[in-house]
């Protein structure tokens, strides 16, 4: 069972005929966005996933203004970074042994909350 101090989802849409897979992450500092994008149609001699895992900060990183004003995810100002190479070396195989087990997910993507917004958020204090 997913944390109590998450806001968690996941969706699932085609966009231009291609599976999207989409979850969510939101906590108190920011939240953290993963997407796996099916590509077997139209790549079926390359990769066929990729995808993106962001990280969003509702405070401040550094000295820089926010990525956004109004962030699609959080809904106000963010910081965000994100990495791909992640989501295709580890996240993918990962999620490909169990790809219907969405509280798996989601509890991964909580450590990775946890890892990132919330150890980031305690050490730049």
């Known amino acids: 069972m997913t944390d109590h101090r998450y806001r968690c989802e996941y969706r699932y849409f085609t966009r231009f005929g291609h599976p999207k897979h989409w979850w969510t992450v939101i906590g108190r500092d920011g939240g953290v966005h993963l997407h796996i994008d099916d590509l077997a149609d139209v790549a079926k001699d390359i990769q066929r996933f990729c995808g993106g895992l962001?990280?969003?900060w509702r405070n401040p990183q550094g000295d820089r203004p926010p990525d956004h004003d109004e962030c699609w995810l959080l809904k106000g100002p963010c910081w965000h970074d994100g990495t791909?190479?992640?989501v295709e070396e580890t996240v993918v195989p990962f999620w490909l042994v169990a790809p219907n087990?969405?509280?798996r997910m989601f509890r991964f993507l909580e450590k990775e909350y946890d890892q990132h917004i919330a150890k980031k958020e305690t050490t730049d204090d």
């Open 84 to 86: 791909s190479l992640y």
């Open 54 to 56: 962001e990280f969003h």
């Open 101 to 103: 087990d969405y509280e």
